[in-house]
């Protein structure tokens, strides 16, 4: 587990960080929400060490991290961070040499560079120029930086911002690998979508303070202190495929009664509650529904 206890941080005067108390452990993914400004990113930042807490401490697996050399080395070995902009991170000029560099000065098998390549979809892409790769690939190439190291802890920073569909697809499948593989994987994201699919456990950041700390996403809140949460929350209809419905709605045979239009408003509620919600409708309801309104109109 890593954890901050009481993390206090200030840029020059500004302070950002104020008593933070925080934990993520192996094998989950916990996610860390708040609005622009919030300090999500210099909380990531001292999680492996980039950053010296005013005060507080950062500890990983129960030791304390000491600010010299050594203990430092150690706790980048052991957590990796992933940066918002791939652009700021990737230094090589071919995505083998990208990739490999931080295993080669870390006395690390390069069969990692393989395995994290394949892991994030970019095998057979070894002799490509990172330059030319696409926003999505060079987003991927990061992550296959920082897991080439085979740390034990994997933090993201807004992983999916900027990302097309295709894009957010393939970072919520690596996700669930990196997770299956047993890492701790923290993200901070605005991305609500992203959030409801992947999170175990979620803290939201409101000006330096950890104000929630849960593990179902809470919506009412989020929007109060500034998360943007448009996007999130879907109802999806779907016919005769029952499979994964939330809720099953049969307009035929007898007339639709009052329990079937609490079935329909109640997935609608659902849905605004920012949950996504799959309504199926049995047999032709559909039609039947449409057919219904026609005679209200
Ligand atoms: N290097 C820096 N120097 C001075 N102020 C900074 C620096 N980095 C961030 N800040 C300020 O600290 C606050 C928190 O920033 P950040 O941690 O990046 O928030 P978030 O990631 O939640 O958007 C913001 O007000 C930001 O302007
Ligand atoms: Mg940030």
């Not at 990983?60 to 000491?66: M, N, P, R, T, Y």
């Not at 652009?87 to 690390?108: H, L, M, R, S, Y």
């Not at 690939?137 to 569909?165: N, Y």
Request: net charge neutral; proline share 2%; glycine share 10%.
């Amino acid at each position: 587990m890593i954890e901050t206890i009481d993390l206090w941080f200030s840029y020059a005067d500004r302070e950002v960080l104020k008593g933070v108390n925080f934990r993520a452990k192996r094998g989950e993914v916990t996610v860390l929400m708040g609005k622009n400004g919030a300090g999500k990113t210099t909380l990531l930042l001292h999680l492996n060490g980039l950053l010296k807490p005013k005060k507080g401490e950062v500890i990983l697996d129960g030791s304390k991290i000491e600010y010299n050399k050594k203990s430092l080395l150690e706790l980048r070995k052991r957590v990796s961070i992933v940066f918002q902009n791939p652009d700021e991170q990737i230094i090589a000029p071919t995505v083998w040499q990208e990739v490999a560099f931080g295993p080669a000065n870390a006395g690390i098998a390069l069969e990692k560079v393989e395995e994290a390549l394949k892991l994030v979809g970019l095998e057979g892409y070894e002799k490509r120029l990172c330059s030319q790769l696409s926003g999505g690939e060079k987003k991927r190439l990061s992550i296959a930086d920082a897991i080439a190291m085979d740390p034990e802890f994997v933090i993201l920073d807004e992983p999916t911002a900027g990302l097309d569909q295709l894009g957010f697809d393939a970072i919520v499948e690596l996700i669930e690998k990196l997770r299956n593989a047993g890492k701790g994987i923290i993200i901070a994201t605005h991305d609500f979508d992203l959030a409801k699919r992947v999170g175990d456990r979620f803290y939201y950041l409101e000006d330096g303070r950890i104000v929630y700390e849960g593990e179902s996403l809470n919506f009412e809140l989020a929007r109060k202190i500034g998360i943007r949460t448009f996007g999130f929350g879907k109802l999806i209809i779907s016919e005769n495929e029952k499979i994964g419905s939330n809720f099953v709605v049969n307009l035929n045979g007898n007339a639709p009664n009052m329990e079937k239009i609490k079935k329909l408003l109640e997935a609608i509620l659902k849905a605004s509650e920012g949950h996504c919600v799959v309504v199926n409708f049995e047999n032709g309801s559909l039609e039947k529904l449409k057919e219904l309104l026609g005679e209200t109109k």
